[in-house]
């Protein structure tokens, strides 16, 4: 069974910096998808980037991307220019291109982000 | 075009009483998932369907879940006989046909068991 580690439960940020989220997997497989959720105090899931596996290209949305490392099985997002809105609980997740595997996303436990004014 | 709906948002229950959380799919999704977040955790799997066939259901508890999708109408999530246990944030999500398409998730349904 895959398993996600989200190492740091809690990070700090000021605002206008930069600040990387750290993200670990574990799986037997070769194809599949990376995913970065955000989770506001709304609670509402909010996808912020996503990885194909076969991709060797870091995959950017805005200030947001990825530090993809395959063989390390490491998925790290880092955001720039980080602002107040960012403050958030942040999700990785991995999904199993595998045919039979189901659809469902693992998820791991999340770090909380907050950015300082 | 409408996002993912889940009602109740929020839904208060005794212990031994009955739960029925509702979810309905983006239009257009045939794939829904039900995931559940308890206090401070990441979400888990519960159950995957897709109208009238539920596909895999790995990660619902043995006993006391059930979950349906009919052919008209939302997928229901139902507990019987709640425990505190069961409080916790219950969300889902859709997807149309196909394995490449990102899950759209829904508001979410916080269960309180008192």
């Known amino acids: 069974a895959q398993t996600v580690t989200q190492s740091q439960p809690e990070m700090s940020v000021q605002e206008a910096e930069t600040v990387t989220l750290s993200c670990t997997y574990d799986?037997?497989?070769?194809?599949?998808?990376l995913f970065w959720y955000k989770q506001p105090p709304s609670r509402q899931m909010i996808l912020v980037i996503r990885?194909?596996?076969?991709?060797?290209q870091n995959a950017t949305e805005n200030r947001f991307s990825v530090n993809f490392q395959k063989a390390a099985k490491s998925f790290s997002l880092k955001i720039s220019d980080s602002q107040l809105g960012d403050a958030a609980m942040y999700f990785c997740?991995?999904?199993?291109?595998?045919?039979?595997?189901?659809?469902?996303?693992?998820f791991g436990g999340g770090t909380r982000l907050m950015v300082k004014p | 075009n409408a996002g993912v709906m889940q009602n109740p948002r929020h839904l208060v229950r005794r212990r031994g009483q009955e739960a029925r959380l509702r979810c309905s799919p983006m239009?257009?999704?045939?794939?829904v998932y039900w995931y559940r977040q308890l206090p401070e955790e990441g979400l888990k799997f519960m159950v995957y369907?897709?109208?009238?066939?539920?596909?895999?259901e790995s990660g619902m508890p043995k006993e006391r879940f059930s979950a349906e999708f009919p052919k008209e109408g939302p997928s229901i999530l139902r507990i019987q006989q709640v425990v505190r246990g069961d409080s916790a944030a219950y969300f889902c999500?859709?997807?149309?046909?196909?394995?490449?398409?990102?899950?759209?998730f829904g508001p979410g349904t916080r269960l309180t068991v008192t």
């Open positions: 999500a859709s997807s149309p046909l196909g394995t490449d398409h990102e899950q759209y």
């Open positions: 799986t037997s497989e070769s194809d599949y998808y």
């Open positions: 990885q194909e596996a076969y991709k060797q």
């Open positions: 997740a991995y999904r199993s291109d595998f045919h039979n595997a189901g659809n469902m996303l693992t």
């Open positions: 239009k257009g999704h045939s794939h």
């Open positions: 369907l897709q109208k009238e066939n539920i596909i895999d």
